[in-house]
Every structure is written in C-alpha cells, then in structure tokens.
C-alpha cells in the first residue's frame, strides 16, 4: 500500500531539472517550484528564468521565487501549501530550521559527492581538481548545518580519466534523479530505510568556483594544471596569455617528461598541440578559444596565424 505524496521541489540550475523531472514522474503531487529570481544574463543582460522555472512552466507548476524564505509571509505561503516532503536540490537559498521543519517527513537534498566529502557548493569540480577516482550522489535529510544532515540513499560513481566538470555533471545529475524516484517510492510505501549519520572523518570542503582560479599558474604540475582545464570546463574555462593573445584553454593534457627550461615556457608547437613547460611535466595544450571568436584545435589556430611557427620559444603568463 502506497500513499500519495505532496511535494514542494525547490531548485535552480540544469542540475536541478532531471530531479524535478522524476518528482513529476513519481506517484507525488508537485504542489510548487521554488527557484531563484530571475537573473540577467547573456551579453545584453536580459532577465533570464533558471533552468528549473522553465522546465516547471513546461510542466504547467505554480512557480514561487522569493528572495528569501525568512519572512513569516514566506513561510505561510509555504505551510499553506501543507507538503509532506520538500526536494531541494541545488536552490541557492539557506533554508532556516523553521522552514525545515514545515513538511511533514522534513526536507530532502540531493547532493553531488560522497558525503561527507565535498560538503558545499562545487563538489563537483573540487572533485576533479583533488583527482578524486571515485565520487556519487547522496539523498541527506537536511538540518541546520551546511550539508551535514544524515544520509538515506547514496549511489557511487566512478570518475573517468578524461572527465569533465560538464560530462561529470550530467552523468552526477541523472544518477541523483534515479537515486530520487528510488527514495519517493520508498517514502511513499514507508519503506524508508534509516538514516545514516554522517561520519567525523573525511570531511571536506567544496568552495564556492571563482574566476580568478581559472588562471593557469604555470608554476604548478602539468596533472594539476589538466586536471583544472577538465574541472573548468564549461565554466568558468582555464586561460592564459600566449604570444600577445588572452586565450580560454579548453582541453589539454599532460606529459610526464622533464624539461629544464622555465616553468610557462612554450617548448614546442604543431598540429598536436602547444607544448608548455610546468612546474613539474609538460602540459599540451590541444584546444583553444581566442576572445570572441570560438572554441577551435590548435591546428586550426595555429593555420590562421603561420608566422607563430617560426618561433621557437615564446612564454606563457
């Protein structure tokens, strides 16, 4: 025997939608989204819907996008819906432990890392940056801490040689979704196992992405520098100055061989790539953007500015 479940999903970006996907598909009632404002976006800074608004329209859900849920007003509109659950996944807000304790069975979160590793808001690429082999998903009952609640379900996945912050998010956010519908069902027949408490050990953090990490310091090992070329990718993309041009780096990859010359220092170039000297190793540079033109080989660049070829050495910044 089974019951029905009134859920309210909270969430924002396109790792967020295949969750409120399988929300919508399970035997639940949606009752409301909630997501972020409206933000500007793009170069002529329209206001822009979040990914899951628009997928929630598409599905005909009432839509909620308050600033904040501190307000009692808030928190009425929330408690006037009566939910047994809320699905939060990715929402951006701090949920304080008055809205916590709004649903009947407490609020859920999906989040993509094995917890308690990588607690916080980039694991996904933090993950990557560490060299991590292994990562997953976990459903937490959510508490007042930042990620810290207890654990339901979790699913493990392992992490590919060439992964990218873009390729391991999509993969994390579909599995997150089948470990959801798995939990709804559960829930529903109250068949839900008991939570597991977070263990002290391996806790970690996964700060927040900013912009100024995607500067490629030269000084550092060719793994660490590929591995932040694959985390950046999509956003916010790996950069470096070469020879006069601000380039975004798109994929790259690491040699072992030991150079002597200074670390940032081109030490050879062609239709394989761009070859830099780092801290420790080489880094081959194989794909590129120049500033507002688009992602292309090296090959290609290199083809629209032969003169390069003729130099033998130049520096990287």
């Not at 009134?6 to 009752?31: I, K, M, Q």
């Not at 909630?34 to 822009?48: E, M």
């Not at 094995?114 to 060299?131: S, T, Y």
């Amino acid at each position: 025997m089974t019951r029905r479940l009134r859920v309210v999903f909270a969430g924002t970006p396109d790792f967020a939608v295949p969750c409120l996907r399988a929300c919508l598909d399970a035997a639940c009632d949606v009752l409301a989204v909630y997501t972020q404002p409206d933000r500007p976006s793009g170069r002529g800074r329209k206001l822009t819907a979040s990914a899951v608004k628009q997928a929630a329209l598409e599905a005909g859900i009432a839509v909620e996008q308050p600033h904040s849920l501190r307000s009692v007003a808030a928190r009425r509109r929330l408690a006037d819906l009566q939910p047994d659950l809320m699905v939060v996944v990715a929402y951006g807000l701090i949920l304080s432990p008055r809205v916590l304790a709004i649903p009947r069975s407490g609020c859920w979160n999906v989040h993509a890392s094995l917890l308690p590793r990588w607690r916080g808001a980039a694991p996904i690429q933090r993950a990557l940056l560490a060299g991590d082999v292994e990562t997953g998903v976990g459903l937490m009952q959510m508490e007042a801490g930042l990620d810290s609640g207890p654990i339901l379900l979790q699913r493990r996945l392992s992490i590919a040689g060439d992964e990218t912050g873009g390729s391991l998010h999509d993969r994390l956010a579909a599995l997150g979704a089948e470990m959801l519908a798995e939990g709804l069902r559960l829930l529903a027949a109250d068949a839900m196992p008991l939570p597991q408490i977070q263990a002290d050990e391996g806790i970690t953090y996964a700060h927040k992405l900013d912009k100024a990490e995607a500067k490629l310091d030269w000084t550092q090992s060719a793994t660490q520098l590929e591995r932040k070329v694959r985390a950046f990718d999509p956003w916010p993309v790996a950069e470096t100055q070469l020879f006069g041009e601000r380039l975004r780096i798109w994929a790259a990859r690491a040699h072992s061989q030991g150079v002597l010359l200074p670390a940032g220092q081109v030490i050879g170039m062609g239709a394989d790539g761009i070859d830099v000297a780092c801290g420790e190793g080489v880094l081959r540079i194989t794909q590129i953007q120049r500033e507002g033109g688009r992602r292309m080989p090296v090959a290609a660049w290199l083809n629209a500015r032969p003169e390069l070829l003729r130099l033998a050495t130049a520096p990287a910044e």
